[in-house]
């Protein structure tokens, strides 16, 4: 795995504004977007009653520790409003870590790679999209081949609106 990947949502209010404004904040914590994945629409995972989401996954190139960049994600979660009431509940932003290059990290506040990666079309898709042949280092699989083979049958398309960061 070569790069950094966060993985943005938003289900609610301006979903595309929310997503920009997340970029603009987490360039201000000294990170670079380097790719990003286009617009994704996607039915809501974990608790299905609520407003479909926006997805995208930002590539990125950052000074942070993984440490200090999932402090960062929160910060940024914050800064733009988040409330946490629910698991999989609605959200203004969702900022996760999917992959730190190579690295793989389990402590009690933070699991890299990312223990949704192969169960969640969401991810996989836009995650494919710029990066079809970076290899998740535990499974030894593509992100194409994990896609291939992603037991998620909730629905996700790619948006016909166009992101520009």
């Avoid at 402090?71 to 979660?77: A, G, V």
């Avoid at 836009?126 to 992100?143: K, Y």
């Amino acid at each position: 795995m070569k790069g950094i990947f966060l993985l943005l949502g938003s289900n609610l209010g301006d979903r595309l504004q929310n997503l920009k404004q997340a970029a603009s904040i987490l360039e201000a914590h000294e990170m670079s977007i380097t790719d990003y994945s286009s617009l994704f629409e996607s039915a809501p995972w974990g608790n299905e009653d609520q407003p479909w989401f926006y997805n995208m996954v930002l590539r990125i190139d950052t000074i942070h520790s993984p440490e200090k960049l999932l402090q960062c994600c929160l910060d940024s979660e914050n800064q733009m409003g988040r409330k946490r009431h629910k698991k999989w509940g609605e959200r203004i932003i969702d900022i996760d870590i999917l992959y730190y290059d190579n690295e793989t990290i389990e402590t009690d506040k933070l699991t890299i790679p990312h223990p949704g990666i192969p169960l969640r079309r969401f991810a996989l898709m836009p995650l494919a999209e710029i990066a079809p042949d970076e290899t998740h280092p535990l499974l030894n699989q593509t992100n194409s081949e994990l896609l291939n083979i992603c037991p998620d049958q909730l629905e996700c398309k790619k948006s016909e609106t166009d992101i520009l960061l």
